[in-house]
């Protein structure tokens, strides 16, 4: 379970909040997706996969990251814009497990 979901809030819940309430703003906008070590391989087959164009920044050693305001829509590639659904939920890089890690502005889950 993320670090800061607002105490007796459930994963499910949570989910159902970002989907329905907040429209995944955690995906959208001028935001950067830190990917680690092997994510970027991970990220690049799924984008494969599902015929989504996914612009990738890769480092020397093999992390990366993904920023959102290069994708159409501005949001994560990865997002399915009409319903805030993450189209690789089950296998989302770690950053996006994590998250929030503190309280943030504007993110129910979080309580902020």
């Given at each position: 379970m993320p670090p800061h979901i607002m105490p007796g809030l459930s994963l499910e819940s949570a989910s159902q909040i970002c989907i329905n309430d907040c429209?995944?703003?955690c995906c959208r906008g001028s935001l950067v997706l830190i990917l680690r070590k092997g994510e970027v391989q991970q990220f690049k087959e799924h984008s494969d996969t599902l015929g989504v164009y996914a612009m990738i920044t890769e480092t020397s050693d093999g992390s990366g990251w993904v920023r959102f305001s290069?994708?159409?829509?501005?949001?994560?590639p990865m997002l399915d814009g009409?319903?805030?659904?993450?189209?690789?939920y089950v296998d989302r890089p770690q950053r996006c497990r994590d998250f929030p890690e503190n309280l943030t502005p504007g993110c129910v889950i979080s309580g902020g």
């Open positions: 429209k995944a703003m290069d994708h159409p829509g501005d949001h994560c009409q319903n805030s659904i993450c189209r690789i």
